[in-house]
């Protein structure tokens, strides 16, 4: 079956530490995104990329990193520049950015800080 | 702020219908979403509208769409303990990107 894995389910960092949050597709999607999700707040969009090797900052970007060697994987560094990274990481990917599948998710990654 | 709103929350007894409402401001949106959230899970698409339409039915949900006003409702009728999660409206955005509101957390109550 063609889906979208993010491992792990949950993560620990302590305060100052780098983690980095893993994002694979077998779904030969283009695009791929990250989104921080918060309580009240929604999604906000981390990074995105619409294409192996280019990426694009999304609306809060500061205090993450991504790559995309691979068209498969999409994985997110949260750095120790991220004040606050404790929250729920979803993981997205499409076809082509628009359309009616819209996105396909991951089932998330809750990181907390300790 | 938010392109897209929503109330937070929404309480619907069981067997009754319930209307989640949202207001968009990109008016060259082609499709509209609506994604449901489970407790601790990823995001599930629901349905979607294709901006031509005015209503879409699947099952016991329908989906109305206001252009004019930049009105989306998702109807969702009979409703059932297992339909309690968070609902997100979506537009695709003039970038191609999704802009999601920040969700109604729809209770169900026997």
Redesign the interface.
Same mark, same amino acid.
């Given at each position: 079956d063609g889906g979208i894995t993010q491992s792990p389910k949950y993560l620990f960092r302590k305060e100052g530490q780098n983690v980095t949050l893993s994002c694979e597709q077998n779904l030969n999607h283009d695009a791929m995104y990250w989104y921080r999700q918060d309580p009240g707040q929604g999604l906000r969009l981390i990074y995105y990329s619409q294409i192996v090797n280019d990426f694009q900052k999304g609306d809060i970007a500061e205090g993450y990193s991504v790559s995309r060697e691979k068209k498969e994987s999409f994985p997110l560094t949260v750095t120790s520049a991220q004040k606050n990274p404790t929250a729920f990481y979803l993981c997205a990917s499409s076809a082509d950015g628009q359309g009616a599948n819209g996105y396909t998710f991951g089932s998330g990654t809750r990181l907390t800080v300790v | 702020g938010?392109d897209v709103e929503q109330s937070?929350f929404l309480s619907v007894r069981e067997g009754d219908s319930s209307v989640i409402n949202c207001t968009y401001t990109d008016s060259s949106s082609? *499709?509209l *979403?609506w *994604?449901k959230q489970e407790p601790?899970?990823?995001?599930?698409?629901l349905t *979607?509208i !294709?901006s031509n339409m005015d209503m879409k039915q699947d099952q016991r949900l329908t989906v109305l769409l206001n252009k004019k006003d930049k009105h989306l409702s998702l109807r969702i009728a009979d409703t059932q303990t297992g339909d309690s999660a968070i609902y !997100?409206c979506?537009e695709?955005d003039s970038w191609?990107?999704?802009q !999601?509101?920040?969700?109604t957390q729809v209770v169900v109550t026997p």
């Amino acid at each position: 079956d063609g889906g979208i894995t993010q491992s792990p389910k949950y993560l620990f960092r302590k305060e100052g530490q780098n983690v980095t949050l893993s994002c694979e597709q077998n779904l030969n999607h283009d695009a791929m995104y990250w989104y921080r999700q918060d309580p009240g707040q929604g999604l906000r969009l981390i990074y995105y990329s619409q294409i192996v090797n280019d990426f694009q900052k999304g609306d809060i970007a500061e205090g993450y990193s991504v790559s995309r060697e691979k068209k498969e994987s999409f994985p997110l560094t949260v750095t120790s520049a991220q004040k606050n990274p404790t929250a729920f990481y979803l993981c997205a990917s499409s076809a082509d950015g628009q359309g009616a599948n819209g996105y396909t998710f991951g089932s998330g990654t809750r990181l907390t800080v300790v | 702020g938010e392109d897209v709103e929503q109330s937070l929350f929404l309480s619907v007894r069981e067997g009754d219908s319930s209307v989640i409402n949202c207001t968009y401001t990109d008016s060259s949106s082609t *499709y509209l *979403y609506w *994604y449901k959230q489970e407790p601790g899970a990823g995001l599930q698409l629901l349905t *979607y509208i !294709f901006s031509n339409m005015d209503m879409k039915q699947d099952q016991r949900l329908t989906v109305l769409l206001n252009k004019k006003d930049k009105h989306l409702s998702l109807r969702i009728a009979d409703t059932q303990t297992g339909d309690s999660a968070i609902y !997100f409206c979506a537009e695709i955005d003039s970038w191609g990107k999704l802009q !999601f509101g920040a969700g109604t957390q729809v209770v169900v109550t026997p």
